[in-house]
């Protein structure tokens, strides 16, 4: 198990080994003149060749990049070019928010994808499973950001339940920050309740006719200890799943971000890629990354220990 | 091209295909959206001669204004016509969600189907490239993207469709890998066909299906991330979207919700139509269950007029016929422990109700072993299930009774019915391994019916579980309580599977073929056990099987069905000595010749347990059986 999971965990620090290198080299190819995108059009050529010289861009790109790796293995990500602020610094005051945001859309996405998958898995063809698929359909067809507003009309303005915008921090009030981010969450969640829920629907589906579940129930099993069973053999479809929404979310969440005035890492984004502001992208990007290892990692190991076959191997 | 006239063709595969266009269209969810998706695709192909005004046209007079005449929809906030910028946005929003699939399928398609085709090294370089890409931070790369190019529109939809690749790539190589298992495949490598004609010829054309599935999904996906990016501002200012058009409708959400109420609108039913198209055509071509496939069978030889399959009409059936029963009834119903008066199996399908039980009739007194012998077909499992009321979906049994332990129960609530399960019936199935549930030990599979059912605390069920595995003939009991299905040989499952059958001291006990899935030395010794069984405990023994060879072993009586009646009953002796049905003494004369008589087994299994060196012709599995667990686990 132990070898399994450092196993897994080298498989990680490769991607982001790769992904990192390959973004360095995507964001400085793409972003040929930073300078121009920092100082404006108005620039004069010898402005921009000072910042050129301070932000060190007017040394090969091999240079460059070791400099930067070399900071990042080190735990620094350098400083960003727009306000020569530390990015880590940055970051450690935007991640939260995206996080807290993505977890809690992730949370109502396994929860809700749950219990409707199985529903609707238990009595295919059922009223609750049509209708479910209806909804999936028009959940599908709605982006995410376009739900924001709806939501944001209705309860926030109209019922004011919740802030229409702005963060309160977790450690300010904890009422106050789960209010702020319920409504980003939920808009965020709303799509991936239908995958989930799809994937958890068709893997109860086949689940239910294995043989094993007759075997089951002539032992005079109830219908609940029934579904538990099927629970357990489906969720690994599911889990995938969920997965992969949480590594969507985590940069899908920029529109949303932008919709409710949360200072995320989405808004951060959107700003420095605007800015052509390098340093701050990649340590956005290195940082995305630790988190997709770190949640797949988690996956690996909640799956072997779903799978016993895996798990004596 | 008219489908409907291709009906006549000749050639399978492509009359296959069209099949399924027309199975499309004839569906409402299939014609209405793409009616609809039609519709679309001609609004922006002809958008300059249906747009009234110029999109980019400002006219501040009329900024603002609710819809009118001149303005069918209103116009916007700086006064440009929205019906006009809603055409020509969906001209924008088709292009770029065209460039986003040409991209993605051109990028995952052939690398699935080479991934899933050839395997090895390259398979693995593309699953990672694939997983890879799942788990970079798309929207940070589309960003910096978009920062680099200055929005280039055509590159940042490529970029969108570089990151829907791997769905494409994961569709292609897992539908690939499905038709490279199937066996006309290998028929057409043996045959000397090249990699080429096989790929283009087999695989390829299966994979079309897929594809079309999957983009019309990740079309309603690219057109959703197309729009975002549009409202967080990225993009020409000059090319009217859809996007765009609701990030300005945003702003003024609350004194004008017009405005943001069309684009909205249009890419909401534009998502929702493909949606319904790609959901509509995966339910077409969704693999079908095996029972479908038994019932399409089924009604397949029913409409030819084989015998023993009935296709009867909903109206047929009830009011019940003049039923024709089949089978002796031989005791007294409340004294015996079994009883099926006259059971009918039907099973719901396209060509209507198809019987393929007719009316049967069997008894067994307590502590009577009786056997049903019948060739596959012959609705031996299907009047199992009944008795258990576990027949899979879409069967239904209807009888003029079935009596258990004395007791009518087809008028029974279901769940009172199922009351009697684990409890006056246990059930041995016919095949160990898909009858254990792999994820749980076997000591949680024998305990929680223990525990739920019966009511035993933990530790009680823990040592009746115990005893049970014992009883079976289980050597390594506390390992085997901690195995997993998987751990354990396939003679070993079947003593457990008997462990959980008589755990519950059911006074019926219904085995359906218990030892047609296990190795000749192994049946041997899963018959012997049931004997002992059934005599220490006292029960009544209704065994189904395909082999005289078990029933002269230890049946007391013997039922023959074929193709879903009674054709013979009668005590096991006299029923050997003078058999009268022509097919009995067929059954019987196929035992005798290649399946395993008694002395047969016997040999076999003295000759396993008390020598090293297997008897000629006997695998050598079984010894498992003895020593605990096999050395998979370990291996």
Redesign the interface.
Known sequence: MLLFTLKRLGAGLV?LF??SIA?FF??H????DPTA?LLGTSATPAQQAALAEKIGIDQPIMVQFWNWFSGVLRGDFGFSWRNFQPVGEQLALKVPVTLSVVTFATLIIAVVGTVFGVTAGLHPGGWFDRVT?AV???L???????VS?VLI?WFA?DLMWFPAVGYVPLDQSFTGWLRSITLPAVSLALGGIVAVAEQLRNAILASN????V?????????QR?ITL?LL??SSPAALTTIA?MF??L???S??VE??FSLPGL?QL??QS??N?DIPM?LG??VI??VF??IV?LALDLVLAW????AR?Q | MSATTLTGTLDPARARRSGLFRRFLRKPAGVIPLAVFVLIVLVAVFAPLLAPYDPNYVDLAVAKSPPSPEHLLGADSTGRDILSRLIWGTRTTLWGALITIVTAVVLGVPAGIAAGYFGRAFDKIAMWVSDALQSVPGMIILLVVAAGTRSDFVILMATVGVFMAPGYFRMARSTTLMVRGETYIDAARVSGLTNTRILSRHIIRSTYAPVTIQTALTAGIAMGIQAGLQFLGIGDANTPSWGAMMSEGFRVMLSNPNILLWPSLALGITIAVLALMGSTLAELIQLRSPEAKKDRALARRARKGAPGVAVVTEEEVRPEPPALTTGTLRHIAETSALRVESLRVTYGTPAGLVEVVHGISLDIAPGEVVGVVGESGSGKSQTVFSVLDLLPDGGEAHADGIWIGGREVTRLERTRRHELLGREIGYIPQEPMSNLDPSYTIGHQLTEPLRKVHGLGRGEARGRAKAMLERVGIVDVERVLRSYPHQISGGMAQRVLIAGAISGRPSLLVADEPTTALDVTVQAEVLELLRELQAEYGMALLIVTHNFGVVADICDRVVVMQHGDVVEEGRIDELFAAPADPYTRELIAASLDDADGRAELDAAWAASGQTEAPAPGVEQEPRAAASGITTEANR
């Not at chain 1, 190819?29 to 040929?32: E, G, K, L, N, P």
């Not at chain 1, 599908?140 to 376009?146: C, K, Q, R, V």
């Open positions: 991607l790769v992904v973004t995507l964001a190819f793409a972003i040929s995108a698929k999936s359909v028009v599908f067809a709605l982006p995410g950001f376009w507003l009309t303005i006719r294995q043989d094993y007759r075997t089951l129930r002539s032992r005079g099993l109830r200890s069973h357990r053999n992969l590594v969507g985590l940069s899908g920029v529109v932008g919709i989405g984004t959107n890629s605007q052509g992208l956005i990007t995305s990354v997709v290892v797949n779903l799978n016993p076959k004596v």
